[in-house]
């Protein structure tokens, strides 16, 4: 059976990919054609179900129950509170439920509640808006970059690790009443902070999934909305806040970087395989000279030294090492640069008000800009005092393998938002706790060239791993190889900011996250494409055979690549990475306190 199965995936797949010429990608039938279950039940009739017995550790109250209607049938929609300010909804099909679940994460700081499913397209179960889908807004309500919340401790504890939980055993007793029997197999996908989420999942609840997928995870959040996004801010400006490196000289640096970085794939198509087998040098960019006129193909000195601190990333004169890596060859036409001196960097939105209310221990911190926060070890050691409440750097998921859970963690290498090191280092780390033969029969890490942050860049992106995911869990059918499709839709190169565009959280939100998805629990058919390419598990990358179309995945064969071992990681953040790191947190007396 397994063998038929993973069989039929591939032949599903290649006749993908052979399409390429017409532009066209089909769907995938992704594992178990399970049988279809009605409700017990009408929808209004959910909002008199006492749940106060059901193995769900929060107060329920429902606070809506509605039908939401979709071009693939209609779904019993429910909105619910948990105690204390989760906000909940559920989608539950009335006449076509598969037995699945799926819970999606959010991204940012949440505070929004989105049914929509990411990197499903082709997914056919979920196309046909056969999954009862859950998600929450992780304790409280506001925009992503909103962290007004985390003044109050019990909702940065919610917005750590319980909020998901608490979610998922509400959304499996509401299924039982709903279907008058439990889901046969559950799922979690994420990205961002949803691929924080998810791992979090994994190391904290291993019972409350079957199948998971991480996608670009802020695992090392306390590093990630400090040090990482807070120095992107603070190594490209002068010491009277103006800025030096600005968007307008992005391609240039985009360019060079193209011109003496190998690809690695056969195929010179400006795709990096693997963005860490090249180091930046400054003989890359002429140098302006003194009083030089025409500045379009040249740097000056002060815009080189911001470029290369912005790909080494935060450290110290003291040789310390504040995060995984800095931002990725390959990435540079995305780096939070203003659009004018004067402007405002994306990443001021993503660094400061996590800074004020979020990282640091205490309530609201005295911090008013980001050049505030000195990144040295003094600070590191402050803000790594709340890594154990917040971080998904756990390197032990023996408990998860355990339980039979699969997990797919994968990264675009084109990431400007969260460095692709971050989750490579993680997913070694794990290897070397566990065994690379363990890990490797329950997870896996598929890196995307070319691929931004959740998506867009330059490279393929659109990618199906919830079919690869249900195969894997319910046929042990184990990922060898996923395609990727560059959409049409995304072959435009991104339009620069307004040069009065200031930067609100709005912006930021969008800059770094994307545009928000309709709230519909349903997945999106399938986009065109105008060329597909495998992609691996790590470490291996996509290699052109040397004949064939160089836009077709058929075209390519799986290569090793060492250049992954060029990720170093030193003291202190090398610290975070560690198994058993987490803690469990309640609140006494109005503060936080670990168990």
């Known amino acids: 059976m397994l063998l038929i199965t993973l069989r039929k995936w591939r032949a599903q797949a290649l006749m993908m990919v052979s399409l390429i010429g017409l532009g066209i990608t089909l769907p995938t ?127 940065r504890i919610d917005f750590a690790y319980r909020a998901n939980h608490v979610t998922t055993e509400f959304a499996k007793a509401l299924i039982k009443a709903y279907y008058g029997q439990q889901q046969k197999f559950a799922y979690f996908m994420g990205c961002s902070d949803g691929g924080r989420e998810a791992l979090v999942e994994a190391q904290r609840y291993p019972h409350d999934f079957n199948g998971i997928s991480a996608g670009a995870p802020a695992a090392w959040f306390t590093t990630q909305n400090s040090f990482y996004h807070g120095w992107d801010v603070t190594a490209n400006q002068r010491a009277d806040g103006s800025y030096i490196l600005l968007q307008s000289r992005l391609p240039l640096i985009h360019q060079a970087a193209l011109a003496h970085c190998p690809t690695l794939s056969g195929v010179n198509d400006g795709l990096l395989a693997n963005p860490f087998a090249c180091h930046f040098s400054r003989s890359w960019i002429p140098q302006c000279k003194a009083g030089q006129a025409d500045k379009s193909h040249c740097l000056t000195a002060e815009e080189l030294d911001v470029v290369e601190k912005l790909y080494t990333g935060a450290r110290d004169s003291q040789g310390h090492q504040f995060v995984p890596a800095g931002l990725p060859v390959g990435s540079e036409l995305r780096w939070p640069a203003p659009a004018t001196s004067d402007g405002t ?166 800059a770094f996250h994307g545009v928000a998805k309709p709230s519909i629990p349903v997945a999106a058919q399938p986009e065109k494409v105008t060329m597909t390419r495998p992609v691996y598990p790590f470490p291996y990358i996509a290699h052109y055979n040397g004949k064939g179309d160089v836009n077709d995945a058929a075209s390519y064969h799986a290569v090793k690549s060492t250049a992954y071992d060029n990720i170093k990681l030193s003291q202190p953040v090398s610290e975070m990475l560690k198994p058993d790191n987490q803690r469990w947190y309640h609140v006494v007396n109005g503060k936080l306190q670990s168990e």
Not at 117 to 141: I, K
Not at 412 to 433: E, H, K, M, N
Request: one cysteine or more; charged letters at 15%.
């Open 29 to 155: 039938q992704a594992a178990q054609n399970l049988p279809k279950v009605q409700p017990v039940m009408s929808c209004a009739a959910i909002s008199t179900l006492d749940f106060s017995h059901d193995n769900i550790d929060a107060d329920v109250k429902i606070t809506a129950t509605g039908e939401l209607k979709t071009p693939q049938g209609t779904f019993c929609k429910v909105s619910a509170t948990l105690s204390p300010s989760i906000g909940v909804e559920v989608a539950l099909p009335q006449t076509n439920w598969a037995q699945r679940l799926l819970q999606v994460g959010c991204g940012g700081l949440c505070g929004k509640i989105n049914l929509s499913l990411s990197n499903a397209s082709g997914c056919v179960p979920a196309m046909n808006g056969e999954f009862a889908v859950a998600t929450t807004d992780m304790g409280h309500s506001g925009s992503m970059m909103d962290a007004s919340w985390a003044e109050d401790p019990q909702r």
């Open 345 to 510: 960097s994306m990443a001021v939105q993503m660094a400061l008000p996590a800074l004020q209310s979020v990282l640091l221990p205490g309530g609201k911190q005295p911090i008013t800009k980001v050049s505030d926060f000195a990144f040295n070890r003094a600070n590191f050691d402050r803000i790594a005092e709340l890594a154990p409440l917040y971080n998904a750097t756990n390197t032990n998921l023996n408990a998860y393998k355990a339980t039979g859970g699969k997990l797919i963690l994968w990264h675009g290498l084109a990431d400007d938002s969260i460095t692709p090191a971050s989750t490579v280092a993680y997913f070694r780390a794990v290897q070397q706790f566990m065994g690379a033969k363990q890990v490797d029969a329950f997870a896996r890490l598929f890196l995307l060239p070319g691929v931004g942050h959740c998506g867009n860049g330059e490279g393929p992106d659109q990618i199906d791993l919830l079919s690869a995911l249900m195969s894997w869990t319910e046929d042990g059918a184990a990922p060898k190889v996923l395609f990727a499709g560059k959409r049409v839709a995304a072959d435009a190169p991104p339009a620069p900011a307004p040069a009065n565009q200031t930067s609100g959280s709005k912006d930021a939100a969008a």
